[in-house]
């Protein structure tokens, strides 16, 4: 998922607070979408409006902060933290969609707008943060707020959350201090960005690709093998070379990369590729080895500005785990747990494999796709491939809105009338069970050259209500990066691509269910660690025939999934489920090593033996020299999850057992999906923990997650 927040207080896309009618816009970006639902007009925009809604919109906000701090009257709710929240409309316009169309589209032009409105806009958060007059009237209101009985829960934790968050922005500041942090914070902002732009563009490095013959592609089923050649024509196509029907091109994006390390039957070529991947951003053109030391470094010289040793005991104050030794107590626990299956597995595999390759033979990183599905296969007779004739691309549009359908009664109707940004991305209208409209959801499915690497979900426009309780609808987009149709062929599926779709859909869900009336307290802006419960809780139906029924079906035949193939998806995904873990164990410890540093690594610091030191509890394979994970590792140095990658196995125990919750009661239960549905619409107006235990009638334990593992036999 990626959400854009300003500094720790979320922009508001909500109604403004001072007079903008001075120097009025004709940007729809600062006055208002003028499509269908306040929907942006995106065909007549220009990278230019993006640039200029940036510049104006900090400049209107400004004057709505100014507004607020000029008043003489005594600090309360409504004439201080409420039209803080709603302040920035065209801002929080301007920024979402600039920041969405640079990650969706990976256009020059937009990035290098992006690259020089982030200083402006770095600079505006922390005068925000560091207004002295503002944060005078903030801290009044929150020392108040016991003794202010016309307040609502949602209010009273409106003020908590807002002081909260410039309390850890650096507004209690004082002094030489104020000034040094303004410093640090703008020179963060920069240094991730950069990092970020380094990944997208060094996933696009020429360098860093395959150009094969056919020869090559044994074991590579057809379809594949189409792609391949699909691409390699585009790509020669945009060089302006002419089309050579001999060849075939396999980059590190993972559309192509994931399906060579597991086909291939050249172990050469899969090494080949693995170290072209892993060796991602580490010197060159688009190097992050010192832009990431400079991250760390910044972050712990914040942190120790706000009395704290390291950033993660600063970061995790405002998350469900609270502290690093909680975060650290959880990842200790399932290391315990899962460090023998996972070395079971990968004995297994590499015994199976050597009954091939000879006894000498030792399994390597960019082996364990490969031989991993062969033993798949002839254990369970299952590879992906025998799935993916069950999920046409159409159906399983219908499939996974579906969920929703059943779940909580929503219905989705595609508007081609509304305007999207690009021609594959298509727009639906999104209605409750009574026919009221929930939102807009903007949907885009296919990889696209330039496009960042992955999927997410993000928004034009946050779910609010306005002061006469009006609601203005939330406008959610999720972008995924399947193959796009190759002639006339269906797009099908992999059970992989499917979890993720319902992954991405689970958090837009978040996003079009929220009942908030604040925006800082709306739909996904809620604890981190609690944010992907939502995503994570639908991949579970993945494994379900009687979902499934409603939409797997042949694409030739119409028949429906069989229950024996769903069994053999289950068996084999436990059978690398330790494997899996471990390596998310890895990452989140990796991460937590990089914000538990208590001094400033050297220029000289070798990131190879850092990487390696904080891994080696919960190390899979042995390291590849010149390989490393930090320097393209954006989750954690430019997007947002820094001391805070834990949180996808945190909340894969909260998804766990929620979804037990509806396995006891049943799949579709109307009101266990009726409990569940009240965490979606709460976004943060409550405590997350307070909501959990409201809907589970309990705190969630990790049973769930290694019963559903495999670790813990039922």
């Known amino acids: 998922m990626r959400k854009f927040i300003m500094g720790s207080l979320a922009l508001a896309s909500v109604i403004a607070f001072a007079d903008e009618s001075n120097g009025a816009s004709s940007n729809p970006l600062i006055t208002g979408g003028t499509g269908i639902y306040g929907t942006l007009p995106f065909n007549t925009l220009q990278p230019s409006d993006y640039e200029e809604g940036v510049t104006e919109g900090i400049r209107l906000r400004n004057q709505e902060i100014d507004g607020i701090v000029k008043q003489r009257s005594v600090p309360t709710f409504e004439n201080t933290i409420a039209p803080l929240d709603r302040s920035g409309e065209g801002l929080t316009r301007s920024i979402l969609a600039l920041s969405n169309l640079e990650a969706a589209s990976g256009d020059t032009v937009m990035m290098n707008v992006l690259a020089r409105v982030t200083p402006a806009l770095s600079q505006h958060e922390t005068d925000v943060i560091l207004n002295e007059d503002l944060w005078n009237r903030i801290r009044q209101v929150y020392d108040l707020r016991e003794k202010d009985s016309s307040l609502t829960p949602e209010q009273k934790r409106l003020i908590e959350e807002t002081y909260e968050s410039f309390v850890l922005a650096g507004a209690a500041l004082e002094g030489e201090s104020r000034e040094k942090y303004r410093k640090l914070n703008s020179e963060l902002s920069d240094l991730t960005v950069k990092f970020s732009q380094n990944v997208s563009n060094g996933m696009k490095d020429p360098n860093r690709v395959l150009w094969l013959k056919k020869d090559d592609l044994t074991g590579i089923p057809d379809g594949i093998k189409d792609a391949y050649r699909a691409a390699a024509k585009e790509a020669l196509e945009q060089q302006g070379k002419n089309d050579d029907e001999s060849l075939y091109l396999v980059t590190v994006f993972a559309p192509s990369y994931m399906p060579f390390m597991k086909y291939s039957d050249r172990r050469d070529l899969r090494q080949k590729l693995y170290q072209l991947n892993s060796s991602r951003n580490i010197g060159g053109e688009f190097d992050n080895v010192q832009i990431l030391k400079d991250i760390a470094n910044i972050r712990l010289e914040i942190a120790q500005l706000m009395g704290k040793k390291t950033f993660a005991e600063y970061k995790l104050q405002s998350t469900m785990a609270k502290t690093p030794q909680a975060v650290m107590e959880f990842l200790e626990n399932l290391r315990k747990n899962y460090t023998e299956p996972m070395r079971g597995e990968l004995a297994e595999i590499q015994e199976f494999a050597r009954k091939t390759e000879g006894d000498d033979f030792a399994l390597e990183a960019w082996d364990y796709s490969y031989w991993s599905d062969k033993l798949k296969s002839e254990r369970y007779s299952f590879n992906d491939e025998d799935m993916k004739p069950y999920f046409e691309l159409a159906n399983t549009i219908d499939g996974v809105f579906g969920l929703a359908t059943k779940l909580y009664g929503y219905k989705f109707k595609e508007n081609k009338d509304i305007e999207v940004y690009h021609p594959d991305v298509k727009a639906y209208e999104v209605y409750e069970d009574n026919g009221n409209l929930l939102g807009i959801l903007y949907a885009d499915f296919f ?257 769930a997650l290694m019963k559903r593992d495999g670790i813990i036999k039922k």
């Open 447 to 703: 990889y696209r050259p330039g496009k960042s690497p992955g999927a997410w979900m993000t928004e034009f426009r946050t779910e609010t209500k306005s002061e006469k309780g009006e609601k203005e609808i939330p406008l959610i987009s999720i972008v995924c990066n399947f193959s796009k149709p190759v002639g006339n062929e269906p797009v099908l599926l992999t059970p992989y691509e499917v979890e993720t779709f319902l992954h991405e859909f689970g958090h837009a869900l978040h996003g079009l269910s929220s009942e908030a009336t604040y925006a800082s307290l709306s739909g996904t802006n809620v604890k981190h660690d609690f944010v992907e419960l939502f995503s994570q809780f639908n991949e579970n139906y993945l494994t379900e025939k009687e979902y499934l029924d409603g939409f797997a079906k042949h694409y030739k035949t119409g028949k429906k999934m069989p229950q024996s193939l769903i069994d053999k998806f289950i068996k084999s995904s436990q059978y690398g489920a330790a494997y899996a873990c471990m390596r998310q164990l890895g990452f989140g410890y990796l991460d937590m090593a990089y914000h538990s540093i208590e001094e400033p690594l050297r220029a000289s610091a070798d990131i190879a033996v850092f990487e390696k030191s904080a891994q080696e509890p919960v190390k899979c394979f042995e390291v590849v020299e010149g390989c490393l994970t930090s320097p393209s590792f954006g989750h954690i140095f430019s997007g947002g999850y820094a001391a805070g990658y834990y949180g996808y196995k945190w909340s894969e125990a909260l998804d766990a057992d929620a979804f037990a919750a509806f396995k006891e009661n049943g799949l579709f239960d109307k009101k266990t999906a009726k409990r569940f549905r009240k965490m979606l619409q709460s976004g943060n107006t409550e405590d997350p923990m307070v909501l959990y235990k409201e809907f589970r009638g309990k705190e969630p334990t990790v049973d």
